[in-house]
């Protein structure tokens, strides 16, 4: 199990431009979860789907940005028109659900906007 | 809503000494609590959960439920614990927040 997989590591786009993060979870695990982490400070939720589902999108900005997990490929966070301040690290975490059951990160996506 | 907070970003301590880093949380439900680590150029991991009462790399928590507190603690830190600490909550719909984090460092 290749455990989970986040690309690309490092994405740069320019101001207005489009970014899409792909997560591939664990094998097995339908659930999702996506973090963003801003310059010295810590994980701030975004969103938690589970397969075709988004279960909490409390995190996410109302605008611009937008998450899916479909039945069949990876899940995707994907960023419209981007400014410098989309500028962090996006984390995605994938459990198998459940009871006390561990969430395993990928190592992150660093987008950052020029 | 649930909520979690770590209230130091950065401790500081030397070799040797004891150490606690601090979680508190706000939950209506019954929650699940763990602690999750990331070192230098690591991902990020489990450390423990609350439910298993055990202790990792000699870190232990406790879930106190009138304080609403989960604080970690290690009676002698190395310096190899040096990383960035995570509480994180899962509530009764599987969600997961988490603290802001703490950098922990530990001085030879």
């Known amino acids: 199990n290749a455990g989970v997989m986040q690309n690309p590591r490092h994405l740069v786009r320019r101001r207005g431009q489009e970014a899409r993060l792909r997560c591939s979870p664990m094998k097995g695990h339908s659930h999702v979860y996506w973090y963003r982490q801003l310059p010295e400070e810590g994980l701030k939720f975004m969103v938690y789907l589970q397969k075709e589902n988004i279960i909490d999108e409390s995190g996410m900005p109302k605008e611009r940005f937008s998450a899916e997990f479909p039945k069949e490929g990876p899940s995707i966070l994907r960023i419209q028109q981007v400014v410098r301040g989309d500028s962090a690290a996006y984390f995605c975490?994938?459990?198998?659900?459940?009871?006390?059951?561990?969430?395993?990160f990928g190592q992150g996506t660093r987008l950052t906007v020029v | 809503a649930q909520r979690v907070t770590q209230p130091e970003k950065l401790l500081s301590v030397f070799k040797g000494a004891p150490v606690e880093l601090k979680c508190n949380y706000s939950y209506s439900g019954s929650p699940e609590l763990f602690w999750y680590v990331q070192y230098s150029r690591q991902r990020l991991q489990l450390l423990l959960r609350h439910i298993s009462r055990e202790s990792i790399k000699g870190f232990t928590a406790d879930l106190n439920k009138g304080e609403t507190s989960f604080h970690l603690k290690k009676p002698f830190a190395q310096e190899e614990d040096s990383a960035m600490y995570y509480c994180a909550l899962r509530g009764n719909n599987n969600d997961m927040r988490f603290g802001a984090g703490t950098r922990l460092t530990v001085k030879p």
């Open positions: 975490a994938s459990s198998i659900g459940g009871a006390n059951t561990e969430a395993f």
